[in-house]
């Protein structure tokens, strides 16, 4: 609270990492398919002339492209889709009074971190939840469960909107919505090949014998190029859940600092934190692709709960008793830095 | 080999020169902004009040005093804001009265729950509340660029270019009466 984050920093090397990012993921496309090409050009290259050879590289050309369209769809379409996914509701003009509550405490946020009112939404669970989704702070999204209004007093609502409009300013919001969109779309696109390679096995085992001759010939190199190929297939998804992870924790502490700076009051976050974690039934209307959006993991997994290596690699959110502590240290830190003063 | 090196420093002062200058004008340019957030939420609380005393006018006819205060203030504020090339200071003060008359008008209110059960004054409470807290961190936000921009000016080498961006100290909001300190407490304690 004292040292105020470096927000420049963190938007860049948010900015640098989504586009990184987006060169990953269409270079692994790129593998899949150019690879896929230079296993089959080997095959067919001993073929009789009037037989198939693989001369002309067209898988990498369709699956190099796929992938970019399925980047610039992620792009653009990403913060709805999210939004979407959990059937999140914009409120416009508010009904109730939590409406009108909400609306007042992202508008006051919004002015204390200087970005754009982000658009407000609500969904309809009894969990405790929160997320921030958009590509840029003009275009940005929060969106709050219903439980959260309802358990939250004023300034512990106020706490939580401002982790999330935290993300939005240093831009951690492009980056985790631009992974959801992708992890989504990698995830829909493994299930669809998993049933095509099924039916392909199947397929392939007619004509076994022929290619069984073949074989033989083959230099060692295409087959290590074969297996990691057919690897990168089957671990594209993990890899995309894995990376969504990855990204998310540091991020986490680093929001509820900016939370602290915004509103001055660490200990409000604090609280609402264990509130949230007290609650500990499952956000059921948020899916797995955007649990790293979340300010508290809504799968409700216990590695949240405990400190260590596993929760480390398993972990979309850091602990919630570090974060805690954390946030309570800054509370002392304020209070012992006052109390000279008056 | 020394021409070369010569060539290399000069690109680099130049390179320098060109980013802390135009650092400064940024810096410059977000407390500008800064406090017109503060100029909109002002506005904000000064077209809230008439509203807000017409609905408790009514049911508290014993106390006046408060009311025509918390009028006085809002007529006092807005002149000043009116005047062009008013001062942080006086902008400040003048706000000050204002939200220590709304702290009083709001502890009243709290102490008469009949008046406190109508709908429209809990809404107004709400959006009064809100609007407390809109000045309070558009105020923050102000003092936090402001200060970052004063600190920037005053640091060597970037204060050597203060005069070329056309950099001076940029006030900052002080809270200067104490009432007002605790004001917001009360304030808050009313969302729950």
């Given at each position: ?16 990492r ?7 993921f ?28 693989h ?5 990498g050309?369709?699956l190099t492209t ?9 792009w ?6 999210v939004l979407?996914?959990v059937?999140?509701r914009?409120v416009?003009?508010p009904k109730t009074?939590?409406?009108?509550r909400?609306?007042n405490?992202v508008?006051?946020?919004a ?5 754009p ?5 609500l969904i ?7 997320f921030?989704?958009?590509?840029d702070?003009?275009h940005?999204?929060?969106a709050?469960?219903?439980g959260?209004?309802?358990?939250c007093?004023?300034?512990e ?8 409009v935290?993300h939005i300013k240093?831009?951690d919001?492009?980056l985790?919505?631009f ?10 696109m493994?299930d ?5 390679l ?8 007619v004509?076994?014998?022929r290619?069984r001759?073949k074989?033989?010939n083959l ?10 190929w057919?690897?990168s297939?089957?671990?594209a998804?993990?890899?995309?859940r894995?990376l969504a992870?990855?990204v ?8 509820d ?7 001055r009051n660490?200990l409000?976050l604090a ?5 949230i974690?007290?609650a500990?039934?499952?956000?059921l209307?948020i899916?797995?692709?955007?649990a ?17 290596k596993l929760?480390?690699?398993?972990g979309?959110?850091?602990?919630m ?8 240290a800054?509370?002392?830190q304020?209070?012992k830095?006052?109390e000279?003063a008056? | 080999?020394?021409t070369i090196?010569?060539l290399?420093v000069?690109?680099l ?6 980013s802390?200058?135009n650092?400064l ?8 902004n800064?406090?017109k957030?503060?100029?909109v939420?002002i506005?904000?609380?000064?077209d809230l009040?008439p ?6 006018k009514?049911?508290?006819n014993f ?9 006085a203030a ?5 002149k000043v804001q009116q ?7 006086e902008t400040a003060?003048a706000e000050?009265?204002l939200?220590?008359?709304l702290g009083?008008?709001l502890?009243v209110?709290?102490?008469y729950p009949d ?5 429209n004054?809990?809404?107004l ?7 407390e807290?809109?000045?309070a ?6 003092n936090?660029?402001?200060t970052?921009y ?5 640091q ?6 203060a ?10 909001w002080e ?9 917001p407490?009360v304030?808050?304690?009313?969302g729950?």
């Open positions: 609270m004292n040292e105020p984050v470096d927000i420049f920093a963190q938007q860049e090397a948010n900015r640098r989504t586009r990184w990012l987006v060169v990953a269409i270079l692994f496309f790129a593998w899949l398919g150019f690879g896929g090409d230079w296993i089959l050009w080997q095959l067919t290259r001993g073929a009789p002339p009037n037989a198939y050879r001369a002309f590289p067209w898988m050309f369709v796929f992938a970019a369209m399925l980047a610039a769809y992620a653009r379409t990403g913060p709805n889709k979407w996914s059937g999140a914009e416009a003009t009074d939590d409406e009108t909400l609306v405490v508008d006051e946020m002015i204390a971190a200087g970005v009112r982000p658009r407000v939404w309809d669970d009894a969990d405790p939840n929160a921030a989704t958009g590509l702070a003009d940005a999204h929060v709050v469960t219903q959260l209004l309802a358990l007093s004023r300034d609502l106020q706490a939580v909107i401002a982790h999330e935290g240093n831009l919001v492009r985790m919505t992974l959801a969109a992708l992890v989504g779309a990698v995830a829909l493994s669809g090949l998993g049933r095509m099924r039916g392909g096995v199947r397929f392939g085992g004509g076994g014998g290619s001759g074989r033989e230099g060692p190199l295409v087959l290590v190029v074969l297996a990691l057919l690897l297939w089957l671990v998804p993990m890899v995309a894995l992870l990855g998310s924790r540091r991020r986490e502490f680093l929001a600092a900016m939370a602290a700076q915004f509103t660490p409000s609280a609402a934190l264990e509130k974690e007290h500990d039934a499952p956000t209307s899916k797995r692709g955007s790293h959006l979340c300010i508290a993991d809504p799968l409700g997994r216990k590695s949240s709960l405990r400190e260590g929760a480390d690699i398993f979309t959110h850091p602990p008793a570090l974060r805690v502590a954390r946030l309570k800054m509370g002392y304020a209070k830095k006052q000279p008056a | 080999m020394g090196i010569l290399i000069v690109a002062v130049l390179f320098w020169l060109v802390a200058y650092g004008v940024s810096l410059k340019n977000q407390v500008m800064a406090w957030q503060i100029d939420q506005k904000r609380r000064h009040i509203n807000l005393v017409n609905t408790v009514g049911a508290m106390e006046r005093e408060t009311l025509e205060a918390v009028v809002r007529n006092q504020a807005i005047t062009p090339g008013a001062h942080v200071g003060a000050a009265q939200t220590g008359a009083r008008l502890a209110v709290e102490a008046l406190k059960a109508t709908g004054v809990a809404q409470q709400e959006e009064l509340t809100s609007t807290n809109k000045i961190f558009a105020r923050q936000l102000y936090d660029t402001a970052q004063n600190t920037k000016q005053q060597f080498p970037t204060n050597l270019l005069g070329m961006a056309s950099a001076s100290p940029a006030e900052l809270i200067t009466n104490e009432a007002e300190r605790a004001v407490n304030d808050l304690s009313f729950k």
